[in-house]
């Protein structure tokens, strides 16, 4: 049986006590998990297990074949045993308040100037994505942060919903990349929707609101290739 991917329907749960299912040297896979896996750009969650009251840190999760979540500790578990997971909550938030100002940014990006992402990469620190676009200059950053932070400081609040694969294969609205289709999910692709503003396919941890993630600067700018330019975000 795999693992339960708790943030997938309920991210603000940051913790569960659940049974311990299999184990290996260093790891230990669980029934139910609120730890985010990895994908699109999101580091997996870090946070601690508790057993019979003692703390390990968990610094690495990882999905293998069956889809069950393995969590890395120095903790020692038996298959069957109660275990608390707690993810580490300040940086969920942080890094989900980047990955919504990121959604915010690529629908702008794409709306305006027609910009497609290559890449992304959130950290607790700032955040950067890439675009598929020939040329950036000062006077397109400037207008992109303006529109940015006019939603980014308004209320939409964000909601989450799947879709079938064959549904999903009609909306080419929700796509955000040119080559890389989102990672469907036991038949299923998750659409993540700023309401009032934006609906694009996801996998990730987001804020509720565009308002929980407030005003972002774009600090800097990279040239990566002729059709590769890299922007960079913070918290302003
Ligand atoms: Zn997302």
Redesign the pocket.
């Known amino acids: 049986m795999s693992t339960q991917r708790i943030y997938l329907n309920t991210p603000q749960q940051t913790h569960v006590v659940t049974t311990v299912v299999a184990t290996r040297p260093g790891a230990f896979a669980v029934a139910a998990s609120p730890f985010f896996v990895g994908g699109?750009g999101?580091p997996v969650d870090t946070g601690v297990v508790s057993v019979d009251g003692a703390n390990q840190r968990i610094e690495h999760v990882e999905v293998d074949a069956e889809d069950h979540i393995w969590h890395h500790s120095a903790a020692v578990v038996m298959p069957g045993q109660a275990v608390d997971l707690v993810v580490d909550k300040q940086r969920r938030r942080t890094i989900s308040r980047y990955?919504?100002a990121?959604?915010v940014l690529n629908t702008l990006a794409l709306t305006h100037y027609q910009a497609w992402i290559t890449g992304a990469q959130m950290t607790e620190d700032y955040a950067r994505i890439d675009f598929a676009i020939e040329w950036l200059d000062p006077v397109m950053l400037a207008d992109l942060e303006a529109r940015m932070n006019a939603v980014l400081v308004a209320y939409h609040p964000v909601h989450y919903r799947y879709l079938s694969v064959a549904e999903f294969a009609e909306r080419s609205d929700l796509l955000r990349t040119k080559n890389v289709q989102p990672p469907a999910y036991r038949g299923q692709v998750r659409v993540?929707e700023i309401e009032g503003f934006d609906a694009?396919a996801?996998?990730?941890?987001?804020a509720e609101s565009t308002h929980e993630v407030g005003p972002c600067c774009i600090y800097k700018s990279e040239n990566k290739g002729k059709q590769n330019k890299r922007l960079y975000i913070r918290f302003a």
Do not use: E
């Open positions: 699109g999101q990955h919504t990121l959604h993540v694009q996801c996998g990730g941890t987001h």
